[in-house]
Nanobody
């Protein structure tokens, strides 16, 4: 069984920072790509950032320059460092992983496994 567990969400003021974590577990599981998505009430899910096991990264334009996705050397845990948070970043953030290689890095339908989500709230 593959399990993804997110943590690190919270409430911050605009301009603040948060660091989200996503730990992948499952006997013998090796992801090729780990990503972060977010969804605000009444809005569609959108891709935020993705990272491959070779350390290549992808970002949505709305967060580029403010958010950074990384992972541990063991490549079982992914992080999303979020700086200069804005009110518009408020959403439930989900971790996702897949075995697929390049293509659709920020497309939710391309991912196989999902976490339960962690809430990020930014006050203005």
């Amino acid at each position: 069984q593959v399990h993804l567990a997110e943590s690190g969400g919270g409430s911050v003021h605009a301009g603040g920072s948060l660091r989200l974590s996503c730990r992948a577990s499952g006997n013998g599981y090796q992801y090729n790509c780990m990503a972060w998505f977010r969804q605000a009430p009444g809005k569609e899910r959108e891709g935020v950032a993705a990272i491959y096991t070779d350390d290549t990264t992808y970002y949505d334009d709305s967060v580029k320059g403010r958010f950074t996705i990384t992972h541990d050397n063991a490549k079982t845990t992914a992080y999303l460092q979020m700086n200069d948070l804005k009110y518009e970043d408020t959403a439930m953030y989900f971790c996702a992983s897949r075995l697929r290689d390049r293509g659709g890095e920020l497309v939710g339908a391309e991912y196989d496994y999902w976490g339960q989500g962690t809430q990020v709230t930014v006050s203005s």
